[in-house]
């Protein structure tokens, strides 16, 4: 007879369908928790053995002590698409407000058959943040944005996505593991898109060799735009002086004062230089 304890911890430990089967048969209840207060379906990533949970009539639907469900530690395609095509709730939010395509592994494919599957892409959190404020690689954007996502919205701040990536302010959660800067990220996109972009102004106030990129095809389209009197730069393997002289060439900055950030481990210092 295996005790109580041994059949959960082999529920919670379990890489097979076979192996969920022995719990059942042992007696374990399918739905026991740990103290996270998670069934055996938050841990497990396996596909077959989530099947034989789901067979097992699991429930789908439980949340967490966080007010997870299990869709938010999903680790790979195969475990969101079984969570997913066996009715779990894709807009369900926690009681951070957050989603669970905040807290997994993103591509675009994946964001496609989210959508496909009822995901609200004009959902917005209790500050009016869209998807475009969510850290993502920027083709997840794209395909946010083809799915009728608006790159124009404005939070209840009043600013766009691209205001709040300019700003140094970074606060919402999203899995982000790109190579860029979030910012960069965001600007890369932008001028993929530029063409959906409306008519109101945007304003610099972090400067990188890739707001230079989109500055220069601002002035190209006569779109209106402006470089606050108070600027960021931000070196990446790159000599800040010829960033400010690249952008002297564009437009006047005999307004602005840079403010050079740099990364000493964990801590940034600041020194200001005039143009």
Known sequence: MISSENNKNNLFRVKSKNGVLRCLKAGMDINICNSKGQTALFTCNVPEAIQAMIDADIDIHHLDNEGNNALFYAQNVETVELLVSNGINVNHRNKSGTLAIQHIDVSPGLVKYLIKAGLD???????????????????????????????????LSGQTAFDYWQSENHSIVGKYTHWESKNDNYIRFLIRNIHLKDSSKIVFTNITFKSIELLSLLIKQKNEFEISDKCIITPTNADVKKLILQLKKLTDISHVWFYIKQYISTDSICRKTAN
């Open 121 to 155: 892409i004009h959902t917005k959190d209790s500050y009016g943040n869209s998807f475009l404020f969510i850290p993502f690689e920027g083709y997840v954007y794209d395909a946010l944005i083809e799915a009728g996502c608006d790159i124009n919205h404005k939070n």
